[in-house]
């Protein structure tokens, strides 16, 4: 099962514009990571937020995380073409049995355009 | 830079045959994970390794399917009597110790026709 659902499915922008995606999962976890995926290829770690930091930055990527609503959003600034590509968060269950099965949301689907 | 290996990248074959796919992580790790992933779908996790030790599998998992991990270095994954429903991307993914950041391959798709 999905634990995250990335919003939107997809989004279309201009080159330079900035990007949001949000993710809402369901269960507490111990950190949220967000991951890219270029057309049929392996997914590339983007970004972890641990559950008790609340932003973080990584170049021009911004990853905000409110566990009271048990959502995150990904922010890409001044987009490139090459940032086209599905997003994916991914959270591991606070199970307090060490975290190593991520679950997966259905990601969205970023076209930058030119 | 010898980043998470998979072979073969394409493999299409007819329903009931068994097809065998290859995962070689990146050397150092010592934990390796398979998931599956459906078209317009996120990954889902299949198993987990530590060193040799398969320390958990998915109900996704069904008794078709066999993962090893001899001696703690590649794995592979077996589907035995595959069905149409198999048809996915495969993906193996390895990672440090306690670090929560996976190193993905680039996946083996499956075409069962």
């Known amino acids: 099962s999905q634990q995250g659902e990335e919003d939107p499915q997809a989004l279309s922008i201009q080159e330079g514009e900035n990007a949001t995606m949000n993710c809402s999962y369901k269960?507490?976890?111990?950190?949220l990571q967000w991951y890219r995926q270029n057309s049929g290829r392996g997914l590339v770690h983007l970004i972890l937020?641990?559950?008790?930091?609340r932003e973080k930055h990584s170049g021009r990527l911004r990853v905000t995380l409110d566990t009271s609503k048990k959502s995150s959003s990904l922010l890409i600034t001044a987009s490139r073409a090459a940032d086209t590509a599905s997003y994916f968060c991914?959270?591991?269950?606070?199970?307090?049995?060490?975290?190593?099965?991520?679950?997966f949301g259905k990601g969205t689907k970023l076209s930058v355009i030119p | 830079d010898t980043g998470v290996s998979q072979n073969p990248r394409h493999k299409i074959t007819k329903r009931g045959q068994n097809v065998t796919f290859r995962c070689d992580p990146i050397?150092?790790?010592?934990?390796l994970y398979w998931y599956r992933q459906t078209l317009g779908q996120g990954p889902e996790f299949l198993t987990y390794?530590?060193?040799?030790?398969?320390?958990?599998k998915s109900r996704l998992l069904s008794d078709r399917f066999s993962a090893e991990r001899p001696k703690g270095s590649f794995s592979t994954l077996e589907i035995q009597r595959t069905e149409q429903g198999d048809s996915a991307m495969y993906l193996c993914?390895?990672?440090?110790?306690?670090?929560?950041?996976?190193?993905f391959g680039s996946g083996t798709q499956l075409s069962v026709l």
């Open positions: 390794f530590q060193n040799e030790a398969q320390l958990e």
């Open positions: 993914a390895s990672s440090y110790h306690n670090d929560e950041k996976l190193f």
């Open positions: 991914a959270t591991d269950a606070d199970s307090g049995a060490g975290s190593y099965q991520l679950t």
């Open positions: 050397s150092e790790h010592n934990r």
């Open positions: 269960t507490s976890i111990n950190n």
């Open positions: 937020i641990r559950s008790n930091e």
